[in-house]
């Protein structure tokens, strides 16, 4: 399965569709069933003790994955999460940007699973892996 869309047409869609958060993600790489996105880690990510939240963390497994069906599908704003389990490791670096590297495991016509890995940037160890089950909505 070919990308349909690229690394240019996934920010545009942010900005369009998410304004709100849309400057808070850089989409690095995109590929076949897979994605790398990156946090800008600013204070309002931020938690007592200086580290990044778990709302931010879980905030770019999910915006990830939407991202990577995105890539694969076609611009397709309604596709919506079903599904999340995240396991948070260990503390990410403090006031670092987080790099999630996100694989699509299943893509079928009315559900996508993947998997992503997150790390602050920099680092080699995960300080988070989630698993997120996408709803497609049926073809127009």
Do not use: W
């Not at 869609?13 to 400057?23: C, I, N, R, T, Y």
């Not at 995109?30 to 931010?56: D, F, M, Q, W, Y």
């Not at 999340?84 to 009315?110: N, Q």
């Amino acid at each position: 399965m070919a990308v349909r869309m690229t690394v240019e047409d996934l920010h545009a869609f942010l900005a369009e569709h998410f304004p709100q958060v849309g400057d808070d993600f850089t989409v690095e790489e995109v590929g076949a069933r897979r994605i790398r996105v990156r946090l800008h880690v600013t204070e309002k990510n931020l938690r007592p003790g200086g580290t990044v939240s778990g709302p931010s963390i879980f905030a770019l497994a999910d915006v990830s994955i939407y991202l990577a069906v995105l890539a694969m599908i076609g611009p397709e704003a309604l596709a919506v999460t079903t599904n999340c389990s995240i396991d948070f490791m260990r503390k990410p670096a403090a006031a670092t940007d987080l790099i999630a590297e996100a694989r699509l495991l299943k893509l079928g016509r009315v559900l996508a699973v993947g998997d992503v890995l997150i790390r602050s940037d920099g680092g080699t160890e995960p300080v988070a892996r989630a698993s997120l089950t996408y709803s497609i909505p049926p073809a127009k």
